[in-house]
């Protein structure tokens, strides 16, 4: 078992940034990759970005792939996302997941564990 917490969501202006944080507790969480997610209401669980395991390898959603950056520090068993030039059409849960898979990419299938969410308001 994996357990998530994901951090420092809230409420930002238009235009802004934000870094979300992902506690790890549990088995080794350098055994799996961490992807993000998030979900606004009425809407489907959208793909945001996958690390892999090591680090060394990461994908982004194309449609934010400009304004974010993930990275994971396995020695801290955390992992973390910023995203800049925040819209309001970035307004929604925001979660982390970890996968057994060296490469789930953006199949919510493929990830066994999940935090809870935190919450991301931009507004306008």
């Known amino acids: 078992q994996v357990q998530l917490v994901e951090s420092g969501g809230g409420l930002v202006q238009a235009g802004g940034s934000l870094t979300l944080s992902c506690a790890a507790s549990g088995r080794t969480f350098s055994s799996y990759s961490v992807g993000w997610f998030r979900q606004a209401p009425g809407k489907d669980r959208e793909f945001v970005a996958v690390i892999n395991r090591g680090g060394d390898t990461i994908y982004y959603a194309h449609s934010i792939k400009d304004r974010t950056t993930v990275s994971r520090d396995n020695a801290k068993n955390t992992a973390s996302l910023q995203m800049n030039s925040l819209k309001p059409e970035d307004t929604a849960v925001y979660y982390c997941?970890?996968?057994?898979?060296?490469?789930?990419?953006?199949?919510?299938?493929?990830?066994?564990?999940w935090g809870q969410g935190t919450q991301v308001t931009v507004s306008s």
């Open positions: 997941a970890a996968s057994s898979f060296a490469l789930p990419r953006g199949l919510p299938e493929n990830y066994q564990f």
